[in-house]
């Protein structure tokens, strides 16, 4: 049902073969049971956005053509299908990409970005963007499972950051925060930049920030305590200098390149944590001290997604504890997603994150 006046085509970005993309008119979709239609605010360029676009993944990311990509938004639901209960027309979300089949072991265990069922969209399994179409366009179609209430204080711009920073509040949930301690990160790019924002609201006396170039003097305005050039020296004889020889306490792992985790289990103390946010490519292959990892006790985490913390990420924003406004760098509407694309891609202009407002500012 709906109180709003929906029209029966909308724009989107199309994929139409690897590599290509048109902005077309296309027939909005319905919303099937325990589904609502959602009118896009913000869509946020996400890392591996560029991978699928320029089909890298063809095949699986997306499984076939035509596709509309993109998951990182905020908006507004404007008609509801059957059964829904949650939500009505005129309610503000943000959405997520997951959502499990919701009977597999592990989605009843609340771990629903790990489901037995990915991909069988058959048995109620979605990962929006990616294996379905998502939201590079002016409306979009989502489970409930996969929307969360935005609160009335936080833009559509700031809401298109929910995934971002829900991936790096997973990561740091998984680890941990010493009160007091001392974090690594490894790669500031968006993750690597919440993970640091979000270890410094949960805790963290002094976060410590490798990389180089624009996107380490970047993690210094947003608040490092040290950066580590990694191109001007060893940033693992540089983190254990800067710590009096005992490691850090975290390390987040936030660049998937070759060598880092190696690093990143290095640079923690003894009985530290290293959890890798950063997603590698197949053939990244990491050479790691056995020995030293089992007698010094470090604890490793893999972590993906975001699940169960979009209410968390949405409530630290909207009460001013985690700042995700200054990491919106560059505003696009959707006719200019080829240049949004490319300055995210390029590193043009400082960017940091690009938002693209398909239905405009009055979205």
């Not at 073969?17 to 979709?29: A, N, R, S």
């Not at 290293?274 to 089992?294: H, I, Q, R, W």
Request: charged fraction near 20%.
């Amino acid at each position: 049902m709906s109180s709003y006046e929906i029209p029966k085509k909308m724009r989107a970005v199309v994929l139409t073969e690897p590599g290509k993309f048109e902005i077309q008119e296309v027939d909005i979709p319905s919303p099937g049971t325990n589904e609502v239609l959602c009118r896009i605010g913000g869509v946020a360029v996400c890392g591996s956005d560029p991978e699928i676009i320029r089909g890298d993944l063809a095949g699986n990311w997306p499984p076939s053509y035509p596709f509309i990509a993109g998951h990182e938004w905020a908006g507004r639901v404007v008609a509801t299908g059957d059964g829904v209960s949650t939500f009505k027309a005129g309610d503000r979300v943000a959405g997520e990409a997951h959502k499990g089949c919701g009977f597999c072991k592990n989605c009843l265990a609340g771990r629903y970005t790990l489901c037995y069922n990915y991909g069988n969209t058959n048995v109620g399994h979605r990962h929006y963007g990616f294996k379905v179409n998502g939201a590079y366009a002016q409306y979009a179609v989502y489970h409930v499972q996969s929307v969360t209430p935005l609160p009335d204080n936080v833009s559509y711009r700031e809401g298109a950051m929910c995934d971002t920073a829900g991936v790096a509040l997973h990561g740091v949930e998984l680890s941990g925060v010493t009160p007091g301690g001392t974090v690594a990160i490894i790669g500031p790019g968006p993750i690597g930049i919440m993970a640091m924002k979000l270890t410094k609201a949960m805790g963290a006396a002094r976060v410590i920030v490798v990389g180089r170039g624009s996107r380490l003097k970047s993690a210094q305005s947003y608040g490092s305590d040290d950066a580590v050039d990694f191109s001007s020296c060893d940033p693992v004889e540089k983190v254990r200098e800067l710590t009096g020889g005992i490691g850090v306490d975290e390390c987040f792992e936030c660049s998937g390149a070759p060598g880092t985790f190696n690093q990143g289990v290095r640079m923690v103390r003894k009985g530290g944590v290293v959890t890798l946010l950063g997603v590698a490519t197949d053939n990244v292959m990491e050479s790691l001290p056995f020995k030293y990892v089992t007698h010094n006790e470090i604890t490793i985490h893999g972590s993906r997604a975001n699940p169960n913390v979009s209410w968390k990420v949405l409530s630290l924003i909207s009460s001013g504890n985690v700042k995700v406004k200054d990491m919106v760098t560059h505003v696009y509407p959707l006719a200019q997603f080829k240049e949004g694309l490319e300055t995210f891609v390029g590193r043009k202009d400082n960017v940091m994150k690009v938002v693209f407002l398909p239905n405009g500012e009055d979205a």
